[in-house]
Nanobody, 127 residues
Framework: QVQLVESGGGLVQAGGSLRLSCAAS????????MGWFRQTPGKEREFAAG????????FYSDSVKGRFAISRDITKNTMFLQMNSLKPEDTAVYYC????????????????????WGQGTQVTVSS
């Protein structure tokens, strides 16, 4: 089992920045990839960014590419999401996710399933 805890959400004005963190604990040696998802009321959860734990290959959704940057600190079992040039449409609950699936080592992280999820952190961007 892997436990994930997000932090760093909050209220920011449009054009501003926030940095989210996701701390992993438990069987972190089993993790092959981690990702950030977001969800607004009435909509499905959508992929925002993902990173392979070994090697660090990165994937972004088109909606955040060029504005968000995902990274990880293997020594601290922590993943980050630097969000710049925030827009009101970025308002959502942001979730951290992880997977031990072997397929994460070679498949597009936007197309795989994630097994472990955090509780989410609210990001609100005001106009």
């Amino acid at each position: 089992q892997v436990q994930l805890v997000e932090s760093g959400g909050g209220l920011v004005q449009a054009g501003g920045s926030l940095r989210l963190s996701c701390a992993a604990s438990g069987r972190t040696d089993s993790m092959r990839a981690m990702g950030w998802f977001r969800q607004t009321p009435g909509k499905e959860r959508e992929f925002a960014a993902g990173i392979r734990w070994s090697g660090g290959m990165i994937f972004y959704s088109d909606s955040v590419k060029g504005r968000f940057a995902i990274s990880r600190d293997i020594t601290k079992n922590t993943m980050f999401l630097q969000m710049n040039s925030l827009k009101p449409e970025d308002t959502a609950v942001y979730y951290c996710a992880a997977t031990p699936a072997f397929s994460a080592a070679f498949r597009d992280l936007r197309a795989i399933s994630y097994e472990y999820w955090g509780q989410g952190t609210q990001v609100t961007v005001s106009s």
